[in-house]
């Protein structure tokens, strides 16, 4: 295990440094250092476990004895399977549970030290930009992107799509500007740029596709549904929507 001690992190950022130096180590173990590493997980010897160590070093040892351990422990064992499979599905099947051992410490960490609800949040999108080890291992790390890019991409028109299914008034904004001849090929783009423009009524931020909207049947100015405690269940069922402001001022007349 770690015999030499290593300052404890407890911030965020600390705690994000110590990751990124255990997960370098992990990595050289896996990709640079492989020869060494094979070598040193020997079947015939007791369960060992690798370590990755925040100078960016790693170490094949026996885990600790102590019980509780001071930290979460990697997985055990991993030299027993090493003659039992191919190299490459060996190292990857390691690669995954360096994984989890990394998150297992830094969450760690962050339960040690009180880090709160947004701490944590923050923490785990700066360990999610990095690629994952079994990602650097197996060569997915491009793959994962695209297939990210994507999701991300399917992601929005879904959200599009959802606002547009419960925003009835969506046309409405685009008859606002004089319609054109190619207005059957192009409305899906109008839509889109109008959408864009938008601003809410009640508090003044801009149109985001994952947001709930809804339009004032009588002036035509865009809410957020949670600004004027309108949901999307609630206006499926509503024929004409009038906002609080023209409500009101039909209510004085």
Known sequence: MEGIPHPIPRTVEEVFNDFKGRRAGLIKALTTDVDKFYQQCDPEKENLCLYGLPNETWEVNLPVEEVPPELPEPALGINFARDGMQEKDWLSLVAVHSDSWLLAVAFYFGARFGFGKNERKRLFLMINDLPSIFEVVTGNVKQSKDQSANHNSSGKSKSSAKVSRQS??????????????????????????????????????????????????????????????????????????????????????
Do not use: L, N
């Not at 004032?216 to 906002?243: N, S």
């Open 168 to 253: 009835e008034p969506q046309s409405k904004m685009v008859k606002m500007s004089p319609p054109s001849k190619d207005e059957d090929e192009s409305g899906e783009e109008e839509e889109e740029d109008d959408e864009q423009g938008a601003t809410c009524g009640a508090c003044g931020d801009s149109y985001g596709t994952d947001e709930f909207w809804i339009c004032c049947d009588i002036c035509e100015r865009w809410f957020h549904g949670k600004c004027v405690k309108i949901t999307p269940a609630k206006a499926e069922h509503i024929k004409q929507y009038k906002c609080p402001s023209c409500s009101s001022k039909r209510a004085r007349v």
